[in-house]
């Protein structure tokens, strides 16, 4: 197995690809092949575009686009001059834009021009100018902007002044600002995860030797890169293992089942929802899955409905489940090569690297083995804090190193984290504390069953009760009787929904997490 890069600022770990490897690994984009050397050349030319805009080490660069190459050209680019790169979501619209460009202070926006007949952010951007002082450049990706705005195409044809980019190169240091990662808001008003060079390759690092990357690994990569799921886990991961990563630009089930075909991948990774789309196409009975070696599911508990589904459709890989939040710059948990099929549904899996974990109870002290607490985690991979927030990163970031994630759950007595879903998604129905998910993954179970999401609502007798909201499969009829009596069979009296509601669909953050907050504003709205 190779070795894998132990490099502590993000150039350098591009650099050292390329000067290893020119020929392998790198990045497919639809027909193009980018090379490790050519990502390095393009991003030193962008690089070289922007200090001569000015650019200085701290400015912040917001990035608006798809998973495609102009995207980790203007990330390398980034990380050569010291600029921090804030993570925009193609999905965001002007309030989201408002608060985290604000916020953030953005310096710049790289953007495309348009998304379809969704959204033009030419004409978007100069009626929104006003609003967002702080932002000087405005960098278009092909097509014309607007008077004023720049050519990306021109920023990356610069020439490049070796003097003063090795100067800028020379200054930037592990714990410098990478990367603003703002979460996804399944819990009120974003906070940007000020996540640092040296906790972004930490992170993937230990993920990498985990997973054992080598340059003939290959994963079609859907994941946003806004989000971690898509840039440490996906492309800084396979960068230190010189792998490649075919960009897939929207998740699209028939567009990553039509490039498997073209590109075999040996690794296949995303969230729940993903595997769930990709599973129920109809074009998936065609592609032939044996060059997948691994396949893994983060970003929320997997159902074991859906675990025995994927260890059916990929016989010769190895299923994980990943752990990960944007305060841990990625991946900080993965299921170990030995865990059997049990522990691997039953568990998000043990820690990665060098990274440790404990359970605390509410007042912040470590408790026993088996009892549920938070989950809390410690190493290099843990993020600076949240950018510009004190409080909020006090309340996360303790003095000693732990990073409170807000996550229940327990260690069983072998090791394995049992996580047991949001400290705030769990109620107390007439005393006894019941944890959605653990319903969740039951009703998940269910033949006529899609998708579920669990929170508890007010209830003037039990003061908490089950809220179940349930999307079932196509063309499946179901009642809520028929899911209480099915929960009756398996689950303690107290945890049986009290009230079951059918859906067609349910709110999914960009990077396919369902958003339980939207649920309970709907209900608080409700109740008023």
């Not at 050519?151 to 610069?158: A, I, K, V």
């Not at 408790?367 to 006090?394: D, H, N, W």
């Not at 107390?428 to 504390?433: D, K, T, V």
Request: net charge negative; aromatic share 8%; glycine share 10%.
């Amino acid at each position: 197995m190779m070795e894998i890069s132990k490099a502590r600022i993000v150039w350098k770990a591009l650099e050292e690809a390329a000067k290893s490897q020119s020929n392998q690994g790198g990045y497919f984009y639809q027909e193009q092949k980018i090379s490790f050397k050519e990502m390095d050349e393009a991003s030193d030319r962008l690089a070289a575009g922007l200090l001569k805009l000015g650019f200085q080490k701290g400015d912040r660069i917001g990035i608006i686009g798809l998973n495609q190459p102009e995207w980790l050209y203007t990330y390398f680019a980034a990380a050569k001059i010291g600029a921090v790169v804030v993570g925009l979501n193609v999905r965001y619209r002007d309030m989201e834009l408002d608060y985290i460009l604000n916020q953030s202070e953005t310096r710049a926006i790289v953007t495309l021009p348009g998304l379809g007949d969704h959204m033009d952010y030419v004409k978007f951007f100069d009626g929104f100018r006003s609003k967002v002082p702080s932002v000087k450049e405005f960098i278009f990706i092909g097509g014309q902007g607007f008077e004023g705005s720049y050519s990306f195409t021109d920023l990356l044809n610069t020439e490049v002044d070796g003097s003063s980019l090795e100067q800028a190169k020379a200054a930037i240091q592990p714990d410098d600002l990478m990367i603003i990662i703002y979460t996804s808001g399944t819990t009120g008003q974003p906070k940007g995860a000020a996540i640092t060079h040296n906790s972004q390759l930490a992170s993937a690092r230990a993920q990498a030797e985990h997973t054992k990357i080598e340059p003939n690994d290959l994963i079609q990569l859907a994941l946003p890169f806004n989000h971690v799921g898509g840039i440490t886990c996906g492309i800084l991961t396979m960068l230190l293992g010189r792998a490649t990563c075919e960009l897939i630009p929207i998740f699209d089930p028939n567009l990553i089942i039509e490039r498997a075909k073209v590109n075999p991948p040996t690794i296949m990774a995303g969230v729940p929802t993903m595997h769930m789309l990709l599973l129920m196409n109809e074009n998936f009975a065609s592609l032939n899955t044996d060059s997948v070696r691994l396949f893994i599911s983060g970003g929320s508990n997997a159902d074991p409905a859906l675990l025995t589904r994927l260890y059916e459709a990929f016989p010769k890989a190895k299923v994980m489940n990943l752990y990960g939040l944007s305060e841990s710059s990625g991946a900080v948990v993965l299921s170990p090569w030995n865990s059997d099929f049990d522990a691997t549904v039953q568990s998000i899996g043990k820690p990665i690297g060098n990274f440790q974990v404990k359970i605390v109870d509410k007042k912040g002290n470590e408790i026993a083995q088996g009892e549920i607490g938070e989950l809390c985690f410690k190493g290099e991979a843990v993020a600076s804090g949240y950018f510009r927030m004190p409080e909020e990163t006090a309340a996360a970031f303790d003095g000693d190193g732990w990073l409170h994630t807000g996550d229940m759950g327990y260690i069983d007595e072998n090791g394995y984290i049992i996580l047991m879903g949001r400290l705030k998604e769990m109620y107390i129905q007439g005393g006894y504390n019941v944890y959605p998910v653990e319903v969740e993954n039951l009703i998940s179970k269910h033949p006529k069953v899609a998708m579920v999401a669990g929170i508890g609502v007010s209830d003037p007798v039990l003061g908490e009760v089950g809220r179940y909201y349930i999307v079932p499969k196509h063309r499946e009829e179901i009642s809520a009787e028929e899911i209480k009596d099915y929960c009756r069979e398996h689950l303690a009296d107290y945890k049986v929904p009290k009230q079951i509601i059918f859906r067609q669909e349910l709110p999914l953050t960009p990077v396919g997490k369902i958003m339980k907050s939207q649920l309970k504003e709907e209900c608080e709205k409700k109740e008023k």
